[in-house]
């Protein structure tokens, strides 16, 4: 074996084994925090395991990564799920486009835990047209002053960076017009962060954002000016191969038990108890049936496209196939429980709304099917990145994007 080949799976996984059973808690042990968590694997070598050493990473490779994370399944033990975003999204953005400065400077304490990043990217007149952006980044001699609003951006009052995709050029065309920059969301003179209330009545880790002239730094950019939608499109694949379970955001485990408890088990196992029990089994054993295989096949669509991916069969975007698969069958094993549970799944006593009530469930699983970009853009992905389909029209795209603004303003 050459000095420099990485260290073979089976040696690997039976280093991490040992390691596990001596210090990663059990999923039925109290949960550790994220951060702590993430310290912890960082420590003993186990944080960004597929990310070069030069910036805290292992160096190894993905496989090594899927290797870790099936052993702590077989453990049943915990990992920092609340870090994906950082480590399976922007972590993975930040390697591919940023430039050996930001990647040194960010990637360490981002690895380690000390630094939690999101993604701010959604604003309120945009919809799903991400490259419509209209926050506005100006440059003003060394640095750059940033002004608008972002939403729906989750986890933003806990984190301590989000990558913001802004508009830095009006006189070119939408898509040629954008750039992406690291925003320090702690502390930070002209932002302030509200949180939003979801569907289900709670208030959920959602947020707005404001801008209102924020300084940040030039050497903040990740990848260079006006070149802002190729960074969005890398962080948006690395999005859906973490939703997808794929990738370097691969962090469940197929026998994993603890972020997949509900209602006492697995979602069809429960929805079966349930629907007996309340004498529905009849009515809505074919849905039972569904979500069963659902919860079969999903992992198995994952597993083949990681291993596509390893082998540079898979190429372009796979994770919209994933997350497509896996959203719409989450979505479908809620369904199932609330058709299940019948009139017992929308009512509780008292006026707090109850979180392990499968109607809460219900209302936000349609999250799901629009973070990352809605189902309905994953089809257009799926049809014209990897089915080879033709476009859809778009009459604006060769127009600069101050024209386009005027256009809708004279409708």
Not at 35 to 59: C, K, V, W
Not at 127 to 133: I, K, L, R, V, Y
Not at 271 to 287: P, T
Not at 377 to 387: A, H, P
């Amino acid at each position: 074996m050459s000095p420099d080949a990485p260290e073979p799976i089976a040696v690997f996984r039976a280093r991490a084994a040992r390691w596990m059973e001596r210090h990663l808690p059990r999923w039925d042990d109290e949960l550790m925090p994220t951060r702590a968590l993430q310290n912890l694997l960082y420590d003993h070598g186990f944080a960004g395991i597929a990310f070069p050493t030069q910036y805290g990473g292992a160096g190894l490779t993905l496989e090594h990564q899927q290797a870790f994370v099936e052993e702590t399944a077989v453990q049943d033990r915990q990992l920092p799920m609340e870090n994906r975003v950082s480590i399976g999204m922007l972590g993975p953005t930040i390697l591919d486009r940023g430039s050996e400065d930001t990647k040194e400077r960010f990637l360490p304490s981002l690895l380690r835990g000390d630094s939690v990043w999101m993604q701010l990217l959604s604003e309120p007149q945009g919809g799903s047209d991400m490259a419509g952006s209209m926050t506005r980044l100006s440059r003003d001699g060394a640095t750059f002053v940033l002004n608008g609003s972002k939403m729906w951006s989750s986890g933003a009052l806990e984190a301590d960076y989000g990558l913001c995709l802004c508009r830095s050029n009006w006189d070119v065309p939408k898509h040629r017009g954008l750039s992406m920059i690291a925003v320090p969301l702690k502390d930070t003179p002209g932002m302030s962060i509200q949180p939003t209330r979801s569907a289900s009545g709670l208030v959920s880790d959602y947020c707005e954002e404001f801008f209102d002239d924020v300084v940040l730094p030039a050497g903040n950019l990740i990848g260079g000016e006006n070149e802002g939608w190729a960074v969005a499109q890398t962080l948006l694949m690395h999005e859906r191969n973490t939703v997808g379970n794929i990738g370097y955001g691969r962090l469940i485990g197929q026998r994993e038990r603890g972020p997949k408890r509900m209602f006492g088990g697995e979602p069809a196992v429960s929805s079966a108890v349930a629907a007996h029990e309340r004498g529905r089994l009849d009515a809505v054993g074919m849905m039972i049936v569904d979500a069963y295989i659902q919860s079969v096949v999903v992992p198995l669509t994952s597993a083949r496209v990681m291993a596509g991916l390893r082998a540079g069969t898979h190429k372009g975007q796979w994770g919209s196939l994933t997350k497509l698969q896996s959203t719409v069958a989450a979505q479908a094993s809620v369904r199932t429980a609330l058709a299940a549970h019948g009139a017992d799944g929308v009512i509780w006593e008292g006026d707090e709304v109850r979180v392990d009530n499968v109607g809460t469930t219900w209302l936000e699983s349609r999250g799901g099917t629009i973070a990352g970009g809605t189902n309905e853009m994953q089809r257009n992905i799926i049809s014209e990145r990897l089915l080879g389909l033709p476009k859809e029209p778009a009459p604006d795209r060769d127009l600069p994007f101050s024209e386009v603004l005027r256009n809708t303003r004279r409708r």
